[in-house]
């Protein structure tokens, strides 16, 4: 491709007889935030399973900046660039805020210096400082949500998968997920691949959504048009409602 994406390119995946994923390429681009749309058994967890190395799929090719990643298990793709947040979460609560998000750094070998420094950096790009010597364990789920993706920012990724970040938020939490969203694209500058339900959020924090259904690729385009789509509508908006 001779240029800087994450390009996932014609991907199948079969469990038995059941076709999971049919020839889905999609790509990712530095700064670029990205939803992932469908409803339940689309393929969608399957799919970022796949990228993110914790799936194999059995036809298809993913690739970060003309590297091919295939046969690469999650620590090697994280070496790569890639980083992944999981639904939930994941955070060690007998840890402090800052050592949770260190942990990012740490856990590609960086040393404790430069993940404290890094822990630092975050937690005051996204403006969470007031968090950092709180145990994990004792802060919201809201906030909890943004220590996730700091974490996983502090990896220093080029491309970041996020799987439902906004699952559980209330209305009040819902718009500082957004607001670190944003931060991170401006000033880390990764890609990101938003896997998400909430319709709203994903149209409001994305400039380019893609629609699985049934494990095919029904739509990639502008979130406004997704929602006018007849195909999208009727594969998904139409089921869960738009509101």
Same mark, same amino acid.
């Given at each position: ?15 038995? !007889? ?47 900046? #003309? ?27 007998? %840890? ?6 260190? %942990? ?7 040393? $404790? ?35 996730? %993706? ?12 996020? #799987? ?9 939490? !819902? ?13 880390? $500058? ?22 699985? !259904? ?23 908006? $139409? ?5």
């Amino acid at each position: 491709m001779n240029q800087k994406s994450f390009h996932a390119n014609e991907i199948s995946k079969s469990f038995g !007889a059941l076709q999971v994923l049919d020839n889905v390429s999609v790509n990712i681009n530095p700064g670029e935030i990205v939803g992932l749309l469908g409803p339940n058994g689309a393929g969608k967890s399957t799919f970022i399973n796949i990228l993110a190395g914790y799936e194999k799929q059995d036809g298809g090719t993913v690739v970060v900046d #003309d590297t091919p990643l295939d046969g690469l298990k999650p620590n090697a793709r994280a070496r790569a660039g890639i980083a992944r947040t999981f639904q939930s979460g994941r955070l060690f609560g007998n %840890l402090t805020v800052a050592e949770n998000i260190a %942990l990012g750094a740490i856990g590609l070998g960086e040393s $404790g210096k430069v993940a404290r420094e890094r822990s630092e950096t975050i937690l005051e790009i996204l403006g969470i400082e007031k968090l950092s010597a709180y145990p994990a364990g004792s802060i919201s789920h809201g906030n909890a949500r943004l220590v996730g %993706l700091a974490r996983a920012v502090a990896a220093h990724p080029k491309y970041l998968i996020m #799987d439902e970040p906004a699952a559980g938020l209330n209305e009040d939490e !819902a718009p500082k997920l957004l607001n670190a969203l944003e931060i991170v694209r401006k000033n880390i $500058g990764c890609g990101m691949l938003l896997v998400e339900h909430n319709v709203k959020l994903v149209t409001q924090a994305c400039s380019r959504v893609i629609v699985l !259904a049934t494990g095919i690729l029904i739509f990639d385009g502008n979130p406004q048009d997704a929602l006018n789509n007849a195909d999208v509508k009727t594969a998904y908006l $139409g089921n869960a409602g738009v509101h």
